[in-house]
């Protein structure tokens, strides 16, 4: 009876050590598990993250996605408001006309996306890869874009007033007649950008540049450009250098 009640005691321990061991594993692993192991769920859609996967019209407010690949996904007109999309793949995924108002994309790639009429008010972008990106329509009010990769990036017409775009991107954006007052733009670049009829009116661009940009019938009242490169072209504030002159 004696050895009987030893070796319980015996197996109960290994099985509580084991316990403790696995727990111990996932807890410091946990910032590191596999994509699949992620999982959507709403009152009206529930599924596992996934190139082209095909969420449109869902109602996903307050999710949360992880280090996921959903390049190509689908979620146009989904309702998605104060998401957490987290270092994800969303490079050429449809989001026409989704609300992602309050969300955040950090560290996310959304090369390539389709956001147009997208509502992404107050919306979080830092580091965010939008390169290549069509916004146009969307509404931006509030939204941060600070580090953001804009380059080749489609933003006519943009209200990105107030906003944080410091050491931004912006080659060869397309922001014609963009809204871009009282933004803090610090260190952004604009190199080759079109900011034709753009709206820079006190915003302050310090040490950053518009070399090559197009900055014809731009409002420029109020532009702290100190230590900026202003070799732009079509405003009077732009300051040609010949690069061939030593």
Do not use: W
């Not at 050429?92 to 956001?115: I, K, P, R």
């Not at 753009?198 to 940009?213: H, K, M, P, R, V």
């Not at 197009?214 to 490169?229: M, R």
């Amino acid at each position: 009876m004696k050895t009987m009640k030893t070796m319980l005691l015996l197996f109960v321990s290994v099985i509580a050590i084991t316990s403790v061991s696995t727990t111990n594993v996932f807890a410091q692993d946990f910032r590191n598990v596999p994509t699949h192991h992620s999982t959507i769920k709403s009152n009206s859609c529930f599924a596992v993250p996934t190139p082209k996967i095909n969420l449109s019209n869902c109602k996903m407010a307050h999710t949360e996605i992880h280090f996921a690949d959903m390049t190509g996904a689908n979620l146009s007109k989904t309702v998605a408001k104060n998401a957490l999309f987290y270092n994800v793949n969303l490079s050429g995924a449809n989001l026409q006309n989704a609300v992602l108002s309050g969300g955040s994309f950090a560290y996310s790639n959304l090369s390539g996306a389709d956001l147009r009429g997208a509502d992404l008010r107050y919306a979080d972008f830092y580091h965010t890869n939008l390169s290549g990106a069509d916004l146009s329509g969307a509404n931006t009010i509030g939204a941060r874009f600070p580090g953001v990769d804009f380059s080749n990036a489609r933003l006519v017409a943009l209200d990105l007033s107030h906003t944080n775009i410091i050491g931004a991107n912006l080659y060869n954006a397309d922001l014609q007649n963009v809204i871009l007052t009282n933004v803090d733009m610090r260190n952004a670049v604009f190199t080759s950008a079109n900011l034709g009829s753009a709206n820079l009116a006190n915003s302050d661009i310090t040490g950053g540049s518009f070399e090559d940009a197009d900055l014809t019938g731009t409002n420029v009242g109020g532009l702290d450009y100190s230590g900026a490169d202003m070799s732009c072209h079509g405003n009077p504030v732009c300051r040609i250098v010949d690069k061939d002159t030593t």
